[in-house]
């Protein structure tokens, strides 16, 4: 499956600022994608949208704010920029607080959006990797049986060839084959490699 185009979604009741920001944000060759309402970006997001959004706190019926609570509560990890009126400024500090990438205040200039923008596009790109990374890891994990999860346990819990042949009530030359095909399936070369991997998932 090929991986979604990243997208700025830009959520804001303002037809106006809709308008302007999609100006920008295209000349500057980036996909954009705009809602009038929270309800309406709820209706079309997906869970493998890429990009970031950029939300206006105050809207009717969902505010920014509610809307952010939503993607929260779905799992959503789309990195969210609030544009703030000035006096939301203690709002928006709040919802940094709780989890959001960034906030700006109106008015603005172009250079500061965009640059906030590439920060969030740098955050979502990373956050896709490392998903991507556990993923990869949880699937190399699924083809181990359950002795050599055992086995691996106990490697990782830093137990010698010795001592995992004791506890688990298998010979030496035993726990040697299994930690051998532990290293070939997680494809890692080194121990400090498969405790890296076995910890990203904890």
């Not at 556990?134 to 010698?160: D, F, P, Y």
Request: charged share 30%; proline share 3%; net charge negative.
């Amino acid at each position: 499956m090929s991986e979604p185009q990243p997208t700025i979604h830009v959520v804001d009741d303002d037809e106006a600022m809709r308008d302007s920001m999609t100006w920008l944000l295209e000349s500057e060759g980036y996909t954009v994608a705009c809602y009038d309402s929270a309800a309406g970006f709820l209706a079309a997001r997906g869970d493998h949208m890429r990009g970031c959004i950029v939300l206006d706190v105050r809207m009717p019926e969902m505010s920014g704010l509610e809307l952010h609570e939503k993607l929260e509560a779905l799992g959503s990890r789309l990195p969210i920029i609030f544009v703030t009126g000035h006096g939301d400024v203690p709002m928006a500090v709040s919802a940094l607080q709780r989890g959001a990438c960034d906030f700006i205040e109106k008015p603005f200039n172009d250079e500061d959006l965009l640059s906030r923008i590439r920060r969030a596009l740098e955050l979502d790109a990373e956050l896709s990797a490392r998903e991507q990374r556990n993923h990869a890891i949880a699937r190399r994990l699924e083809q181990l049986t359950l002795r050599e999860r055992e086995v691996m346990q106990l490697v990782v819990a830093g137990k010698l060839n010795k001592q995992i042949a004791d506890a688990l009530d298998i010979s030496m030359k035993t726990v040697e084959a299994h930690r051998a095909r532990v290293m070939e399936k997680m494809g890692v070369r080194t121990l400090a490699e498969l405790v890296k991997a076995v910890m990203t998932l904890n």
